[in-house]
């Protein structure tokens, strides 16, 4: 064999490669499997690399086919480590083994690389090109070269943007700085392809990224920067995102999730499709069932909790997105400073929200974080002029209650002894005409209660001894139908009333009879006088007095106390006064003709004043006895749940002559007074004792003839 080459155009050196003798190599010697350590480049490549250039054919120019891009691929580039020759061809394991040695051209088989995500590569021999691998893009998007010409290895197939966009166009955030989402891939200091790493183009896209690598900046996902790269708040993809997501001025961070859902990851459906982002409104902006909505073309949102929706007064409780100059985010902007009525005109925010409010400087506390936190932070149990009066200058509030602010309390059933020991005016709590629950209290800020304070006046929870407890069940409150506002912005209604309670109450008698009487239906065995039993029904009568009535001494009770015939027999019961069947006055009213019996007589700790005593001339009560109002000395003994008798130390005059009481008592477990000398010989005197001026035996008791 003189000839040097086959008739296929294969150099003799080929004739190395299979062990021909005619060139005397030692196939076995020098060879041995290709994958055991065969010296590819015997045939074609060169001593350093098995790949062309030094091509079978004998051709060494990359603008030959059999040349190309070989070498480019076989080593480390610029964009990724050296491809492995499988990903192209069969790698024999031997250089016999079947295809290595046949006919030129060598096919083109693709490897695991080329293939990766589903790709389909295709080589064309005619026009040098290779199309649909993966490793030129084909499973990416906005690639400029993605069927690369074999022949060209210039390097500009190889650029950022030869097999996808840099960065590729949407859903893929538009940033170029690949090193956020990739920094397996990337070299974080350069920005350039980490070689070394041999993460790009490895069949995988590498992606770690965490909020910030495509919006936001470092340590914080919300813009500037957006996705596509702005940093301008009057971009409507900036806006006041950031604003939002760090504590204010008014109130703290604001979590992503009230504007956007928070994908589990980068590749949740929704989350990189296409421009704008959705909004999908979150617990708190919808707090208290509000429905919030969001208009892009006038970068507007409405109706959101977090902007004063479920409240009143804002000056911009639709605030524009683009404008982040602090104004939209000032008090006043989301509800009124203070709201309008009925909210308390107040505008000491602490007293009420102590929670949400820095006592000291009176600014929102922030770092509590309770302001635009979904809820209402009101301190239902704070001082009682925070919001309003104590009590508030309406009504009958000022008679009920005078004392010092600070003794008020809310659901308190305090009376007068407690809270104003002084005795000088009236000292109810508020727990005796409202609910005793702190829950309760300004349930009317909202306007559910209508903006008018609950008036609650069941006995029912109230302690025991206290004078709601005495009330009856059925006490009650009937507003007005005038509503009226105070100063301080809370609704009242004037005129209304209160009726079945024990502070507008008097002790009531009933006894029709028939009442024995000595001489006539029981012999007279002498004193004190043995009635056999009787009908007396003590009961109490109620008044109904109207919210801002001024009261005088007959207001709740009689003035004098009075009972009559025929309710009432023979005076039973109450010694007060008592008008006979006759029409004629009767007991401590009538004083046998002297002048009344004044009330300090018998109620020196609660008044101390006489008064004017006369006698009536008018037809129908001639004669009876008329007391003119008398001050109250001491409020502690009056409306306080008890009876209170403690005779007068001043001389008591009676026609000819005056009496003196001061060793006088009272048993009220007996209801007798002992000791009285306007009874004369009567020692024991029991209250409500029968009484006829016809009969001698009940005359004469205190004669005792």
Not at 81 to 106: I, K, M, Q, R
Not at 136 to 158: I, N
């Amino acid at each position: 064999m003189s000839q040097r080459t086959t008739t296929s155009g294969f150099s003799l050196a080929l004739c190395a490669c299979v062990g021909l003798a005619l060139l005397g190599c030692d196939p076995a010697a020098e060879h041995g499997p290709v994958a055991g350590g065969a010296d590819c480049s015997c045939c074609h490549g060169s001593a350093d690399n098995a790949a062309p250039p030094g091509a079978l054919s004998g051709a060494s120019a990359t603008d030959a086919v059999e040349v190309g891009a070989h070498q480019a691929h076989l080593v480390d580039g610029s964009y990724r480590a050296a491809v492995a020759c499988g990903e192209c061809h069969v790698v024999p394991w031997s250089p016999t083994d079947p295809g290595h040695l046949d006919a030129w051209p060598a096919e083109v088989t693709w490897g695991a690389l080329a293939r990766a995500s589903g790709a389909a590569p295709s080589w064309e021999r005619a026009d040098a090109t290779c199309a649909g691998s993966y490793c030129h893009g084909a499973t990416l998007a906005g690639g400029t070269t993605t069927s690369p010409v074999w022949t060209e290895v210039d390097g500009s197939q190889t650029g950022c943007d030869s097999c996808h966009g840099a960065p590729p166009p949407a859903p893929h955030p538009d940033r170029d700085r690949c090193e956020d989402c990739h920094p397996e891939t990337m070299d974080g200091t350069s920005g350039a392809i980490d070689i070394a790493g041999g993460k790009h183009v490895d069949g995988v896209v590498d992606v770690t990224p965490d909020c910030s690598s495509c919006h936001g900046s470092a340590g914080h996902p919300a813009p500037p920067t957006s996705v596509g790269g702005l940093t301008d708040t009057t971009a409507v993809e900036v806006g006041a995102h950031a604003s939002h997501l760090r504590d204010g001025a008014i109130r703290r961070a604001v979590l992503c999730q009230e504007c956007h859902r928070v994908p589990t990851s980068a590749d949740e459906p929704t989350h990189r499709d296409a421009a704008p982002a959705e909004l999908e409104w979150g617990v708190l902006a919808q707090a208290h069932a509000v429905a919030p909505s969001w208009d892009r073309a006038l970068a507007t949102c409405a109706a959101t909790y977090c902007h004063g929706a479920t409240l009143s007064g804002g000056t911009n409780t639709t605030p524009e997105w683009t404008l982040v100059d602090g104004s939209q985010a000032a008090c006043g902007t989301c509800h009124g400073a203070p709201p309008p009525g009925p909210h308390p005109q107040n505008d000491a925010c602490e007293s009420c929200h102590p929670g949400t409010m820095d006592g000291t400087t009176g600014t929102i506390d922030v770092a509590a974080g309770l302001h635009i936190d979904g809820l209402l932070q009101v301190a239902t149990n704070g001082p009682c002029d925070g919001c309003h009066g104590a009590p508030p200058a309406t009504g009958s509030h000022l008679v009920h209650f005078a004392a010092l602010p600070t003794s008020a309390s809310y659901g308190g059933v305090g009376a007068t002894a407690q809270l104003m020991p002084a005795g000088t005016a009236y000292a109810f709590d508020c727990g005796n005409c409202h609910p005793l629950d702190l829950a309760s209290h300004a349930n009317g800020i909202d306007n559910a209660g209508g903006g008018q304070a609950e008036v609650e006046l069941s006995p029912a929870g109230a302690a025991p001894g206290s004078l709601r407890a005495m009330h009856l069940g059925t006490a009650s409150y009937q507003p007005g139908a005038t509503v009226a506002v105070d100063a301080e912005g809370l609704r009242y209604t004037e005129g209304g009333t209160c009726s079945d309670v024990y502070c507008h109450s008097a002790a009531g008698v009933d006894a029709p009879g028939p009442v024995p009487e000595p001489g006539v239906d029981l012999p007279f065995a002498g004193y004190p006088i043995q009635y056999p039993s009787y009908g007396v029904t003590l009961a109490r009568t109620y008044r109904t007095p109207s919210w801002g009535d001024t009261l005088s001494c007959g207001g709740c009770h009689g003035f004098p106390p009075r009972t009559a015939s025929p309710e009432v027999a023979a005076g039973v019961g109450d010694s007060h006064s008592y008008i006979d069947a006759g029409g004629n006055e009767n007991l401590h009213g009538w004083l046998h003709g002297a002048e009344p019996m004044a009330c300090t007589g018998c109620h020196a700790a609660t008044v101390t004043a006489e008064g004017t005593r006369t006698r009536s001339t008018a037809p129908a009560t001639y004669g009876w006895s008329v007391y003119a109002p008398v001050p109250i000395a001491d409020h502690t003994r009056h409306v306080d749940g008890e009876r209170t008798v403690a005779f007068t130390t001043a001389p008591v005059p009676m026609l000819a002559t005056s009496f003196d009481l001061g060793s006088a008592s009272y048993d009220p477990g007996t209801r007798s007074c002992s000791d009285v000398s306007c009874h004369l010989a009567q020692v024991a005197v029991t209250w409500g004792a029968p009484y006829r001026f016809e009969n001698p035996f009940e005359c004469n008791s205190c004669h005792q003839k």
